[in-house]
């Protein structure tokens, strides 16, 4: 599934509210806090993300590539592995954020609305 959202904040805005850890909870409504061991998103990064619901969810960060402004982790929840595919690219009037996730499509439907409304914050907050 992707999903592609833009907005009038410029890449370069979108890509440090992704790295800095502690800026998630600002743009993304269903999270309330990162829990890692550093504050700053590298590859190898694990921890967990922390739901409204006060549920943590174990994350992977398997690539970031501060140049192409692209990075990819993935979460699970018991026996379920998501994989999600983030991008930012500069757009006409501001930024894109894509969105490319991976894993059972039930999840990733019920997952969808959420994650395009955080984006959404992302790229206009």
């Given amino acids: 599934m992707i999903i592609h959202v833009s907005g009038p904040c410029g890449a370069d805005t979108v890509w440090q509210r992704y790295t800095f850890l502690d800026a998630w909870a ?13 504050r700053t998103l590298v590859t190898g990064l694990s921890g967990t993300v922390e739901s409204v619901a006060h549920v943590k969810i174990p994350f992977l960060v398997h690539m970031v590539d501060n140049e192409q402004l692209t990075w990819t982790w993935q979460v ?10 983030h991008d930012v690219r500069p757009h ?10 991976q894993g059972p499509t039930l999840v990733l ?3 969808a609305p959420l994650a395009r409304r955080a984006l959404r914050r992302l790229v206009r907050f």
Avoid: D, F, K, Q
Avoid at 26 to 38: D, E, L, N
Avoid at 92 to 101: D, I, K, P
């Fill in 76 to 85: 699970r929840v018991g026996p379920i592995r998501v994989t999600l595919h």
């Fill in 26 to 38: 600002s743009w993304a409504p269903h999270i309330t806090r990162v829990h890692a061991p550093r």
């Fill in 109 to 111: 439907a019920a997952y």
């Fill in 92 to 101: 006409a009037g501001g930024s894109r954020a894509g969105l490319t996730m």
